[in-house]
């Protein structure tokens, strides 16, 4: 199996370089429709297909801002079944991510005609809650799995209503292969390569998003032909954004009914007015700033006359959004810091806005060199302000921890010790209604073995995402439960 995977990365670094260096011969228009009525008698067998089970593995290359170390980005591996209806776009899905430090994701999405939800099965995230997509979900997921099958991939050449016009073809006696270039209604360029002999897709370059697939393995199942092993390579990557593998194709009557219904013992359906943040304090001179879904959650301390915040939330607007919401409760105070337990892009991304205010930026050596690594930060660069923060130091009455665990090189967290109340971010994955996960990643273990070493007395755990009301109890049933 290895001697294979390493076989077709080999390949597919070969037909991505070949895109840009085969010789080539420009072939007439009514050589483009001639070649178009071959594909269509040879994909014939699957043109009538509409309904279909996929099921699919793949390695995903994870961003450098959201692995172990940003100098060396990790992949995750994901597992996926798609069964999509065509006619009636309905779809369901259900996708496990193994991701760093053996966090399991197990979402299952679906749509029907009436509603499009999302909610999880191992529930570390929404618990029994549901979040709703748009209806616009089934195009997004159609477009994105018809991808990873060559006989779907093709068919809006079989669309093409001018071919002699949208659809130019070159064909190369040196690699003996056809290449065809299709300018589609809403103006993409896609370039598809097709290997003559036997007639086989081998990539498709879609140049108008940066995006290109190599298709290989082909082998035959249940009657069909396609290709098992798929490549891509998104946004000029010249290392694989992706390395799929497919495990089965089923042509089915239709979507099992059960699949596009939400399962009993899930809800509520999170609120669409869960948008506007509110400030509340769980402490003197402590505040919550929070929404109704709780997604993000950040702290502000009080300092007679300075503002001490925990949590730079996920981008510049919620930035915004935060800090008004600090100066209409106090105007007269300045925010002098922001506190950042690691540097994910989701926790560092709107740090620019703070650091344009003037306030100093507080993590441990580690964050703030990434942070300072980080490429959206490179114009703004020079308004940044840092402060180190040591393992075990007390700050104005704030005590800091720095760890290092499977979630991220360092990570810590903050204590205040004056009324047991800890701000922490991703140690502990528990969902706004305390449903206890199956399974929990190792580094959930790593932080309540460490808090229990240092005996800290915990009335409130505060959490960065999902819940901002941890209790001990909570924490103790987590530690009882499965765990990775």
């Known amino acids: ?20 260096t085969t010789t080539i011969t420009i072939a007439s228009a009514g050589e483009s429709e001639d070649f178009i009525d071959k594909l269509k008698s040879h994909y014939y067998k699957t043109s009538s297909i509409t309904t279909f089970s996929l099921a699919y593995r793949y390695l995903g290359q994870s961003d450098a801002y959201q692995s172990w170390d940003y100098k060396a980005p990790s992949r995750y591996q994901a597992f996926k ?32 005609d009436n509603e499009s939800l999302r909610y999880e099965k191992n529930g570390i995230f929404l618990g029994k809650r549901v979040s709703k997509q748009n209806m616009n979900s089934f195009e997004r997921y159609k477009n994105l799995t018809l991808m990873n099958v060559d006989f779907f991939a093709v068919r809006p050449l079989f669309e093409e209503t001018d071919v002699g016009t949208n659809i130019n073809i070159r064909q190369s006696k040196l690699s003996k292969e056809t290449t065809l270039t299709h300018k589609t209604p809403d103006d993409k360029i896609m370039e598809y390569v097709f290997s003559n ?25 249940n009657g069909l032909t396609f290709a098992h092993s798929l490549v891509k390579y998104y946004n000029g990557d010249t290392i694989p954004s992706f390395i799929t593998q497919t495990d089965s194709f089923t042509i089915i009557d239709k979507i099992e009914p059960t699949k596009l219904k939400l399962l009993d013992g899930y809800g509520p359906i999170i609120s669409d007015g869960h948008i506007k943040l509110l400030s509340t304090e769980i402490a003197p001179d402590l505040y919550l700033i929070a929404n109704a879904s709780a997604n993000r959650n950040t702290l502000f301390k009080v300092n007679g006359n300075e503002v001490m915040v925990f949590g ?23 925010i002098t810091s922001v506190y950042v337990t690691h540097p994910y892009s989701d926790h560092i991304a709107g740090l620019t806005t703070y650091a344009k205010l003037g306030a100093v930026i507080r993590a441990d050596a580690y964050s703030i060199e990434a942070i ?5 930060f490179k114009e703004d660069l020079e308004f940044f302000k840092f402060q180190t923060i040591a393992d075990d130091e007390l700050i104005d009455g704030v005590r800091f921890y720095v760890l290092e665990n499977s979630r991220a090189k360092r990570q810590s967290f903050a204590y205040f010790e004056s009324n047991g109340i800890l701000y922490q971010s991703d140690f502990l994955e528990v969902p706004f209604d305390n449903t206890i996960p199956k399974i929990l990643p190792s580094y959930t273990k790593t932080f309540i073995d460490f808090i229990r070493s240092k005996q800290l007395k915990i009335e409130r755990i505060v959490g960065h995402h999902s819940n901002n009301n941890i209790s001990i109890d909570v924490i103790n049933k987590l530690y009882d439960s499965n765990r990775m």
């Open 1 to 20: 199996m290895k001697n294979n995977f390493v076989r077709r990365i080999l390949t597919s670094v070969c037909v991505y370089m070949a895109l840009y």
């Open 372 to 376: 300072k690594a980080y490429p959206q």
């Open 197 to 221: 002999s036997p007639l086989r897709l081998l990539s498709i370059n879609n140049k108008s998003r940066r995006r290109i697939y190599i298709y290989d393995d082909y082998k035959t199942s």
């Open 312 to 334: 730079a939330p996920i981008n510049r607007k919620r930035s915004e959004q935060t800090i008004e919401l600090i100066f209409e409760q106090f105007p007269q105070k300045k």
């Open 81 to 112: 079944i798609t069964d999509i209806d065509l006619r009636k776009k309905h779809y369901a899905q259900n996708v496990v991510h193994h991701f760093t430090g053996g966090l399991l994701v197990d979402e299952v999405h679906f749509q029907n």
